[in-house]
């Protein structure tokens, strides 16, 4: 559904898409995603509709409930090359 902005008219609306802004997250070969996303936050809802749209755009999601679980996580030899952090959680100290 086209975005509705006051004083634009119908041929003018800009409308919002449900695809990444970038094509990161296929390989040339088409084989395997690029990016690796941890999304940590202790709110259930946030984090899976989160997860949800990063993985229906082709990126593979790691998610944890706390700053614990997200070290963890970090600190795997195939860790996940981005980070998108609660600013407060348990389990966390910073």
């Known amino acids: 559904m086209p975005a509705s902005f006051p004083g634009n008219t119908d041929e003018t609306q800009p409308t919002i898409s449900n695809t990444p802004p970038m094509d990161l997250t296929v390989s040339r070969r088409g084989r395997r995603p690029l990016v690796r ?12 509709m989160l997860g949800t749209v990063l993985e229906d755009w082709g990126y593979t999601v790691t998610s944890v409930r706390d700053g614990n679980q997200a070290w963890a996580a970090m600190q795997k ?9 609660d600013w407060m959680m348990p389990g966390s100290r910073a």
């Not at 996303?37 to 899976?48: K, N, T, W």
């Open 77 to 85: 030899p195939d860790a996940p090359q981005l980070a998108i952090l």
């Open 37 to 48: 996303i941890l999304i940590a936050d202790d709110d259930e809802v946030s984090r899976s």
